[in-house]
């Protein structure tokens, strides 16, 4: 059978969740152990608010409970009155701390930490990411100090035990409330939580050991790169505090927009001005690839608007694999609008001389014609 969660919290089940809070703090202080020392019905009851409140201040939890189940009977049942998954007592404390404040022991902090990751944005051209570049890039981060070395101390010594806190790292203090005197816990502020200090601090880091610098760091880029693709370079980001381990540089690549081609994967798009005349016979024509090399293509005769000529293994490179995509050109058939005389007189020739006419097009679904793409594209 499931809990009614809202019933042990005492509110209904349309209650916000400030409402759930303030009758959890009411409940909390009531049955809290320190207010209710060896009385193990107010630890149950302390128990089951706490679970009660943890269920209905998360969204899935609560959503669930709406719907006439019970989140927590999956964590296992068992123990006093089936909440014994739910965490134990340690986990009560933690949301008694997070609405009441305070804080159960942690211990000292460890001086040397590991240091963060660091990303950045470097613009290539399109070319250099067809055959790939060696980029410098200037990074402002945090490296080694190389006065202590990473100890923080300026003569190197071992930090000493700090006699404030005596290398808990924190002190405790007792503190009155309407609970009674309530035991709390804050980071010790001689050493700030490491537990020991640095008797003579590197004048350079001022104990941290490490310090902001800029360097250059050397990035291959490889051939086949894409925009918004990432390059990781491990342990080349920042040093952690007391000299730790570095993180990791990530280098995101940005490809500047192409005068002439778009990229599609490892196709190469542009677009051809045709003219009519040779769009009728057929012509040839070449463009600069990427490489610098002419492509030549050929345009069939007869060639209609929107057609695509396709040079297999023009394109880009694969990224670590081998092998290149296609160059893809669109054809844009230009029909001639100032005409003079004699071409007008050859134009009407050869209307005549054909049996070409305007004419509404019907289509059968089946056909290859431009109206059947056009049509299928826009079913997609």
Known sequence: MSVDYYAVLGVDQQASEQEIKKAYRKLARKYHPDVNPDDDEAAAKFREVSVAYEVLTDPEKRRIVDMGGD?????????????SGF??????????ETVFGGGASRGPRPRVQHGNDA??????????AFSGVRHEITVDTAILCDNCQGSGSESKAAPVTC??????????????????????????????????????????????????????????????IADGMRIRK???GEVGPGGGPAGDLYIEIAVAPHPIFIRDGDDLHFTVRVPMVDAALGSTFGVEGLNGKQVNMEVPAGTQPDAELV??????PRLRHEGHGSLIAHIDVVIPTDLDENTKDLLEQIRNHRSDATDVHHDDHNSNSFFSKLRNRFRR
């Not at 405790?172 to 502020?189: A, H, I, K, Y």
């Not at 310090?211 to 050397?218: F, G, K």
């Not at 040079?311 to 880009?316: D, N, R």
């Open 163 to 224: 006699t404030q806190c005596q290398g808990r790292g924190e002190i405790n203090e007792v503190q009155r409330s309407f609970l009674g005197n309530v035991m709390t816990s804050r980071p010790c502020p001689t050493c700030q939580g490491y537990g020991d200090i640095i008797p003579d601090p590197c004048k350079k880091c001022d104990g941290d050991g490490r310090v902001r610098a800029r360097r250059d760091i050397t990035v291959d880029i490889p051939p086949g």
């Open 119 to 128: 990303l950045l944005r470097t613009e290539i051209t399109l070319e250099q």
């Open 234 to 236: 491990t342990a080349a």
């Open 311 to 316: 040079a297999a293994g023009k394109g880009m």
């Open 87 to 96: 965490g134990g007592a340690s986990t009560f404390s933690d949301i008694f």
């Open 71 to 83: 989140p927590m009977a999956q964590a296992g049942a068992g123990g006093a009155g089936g909440f």
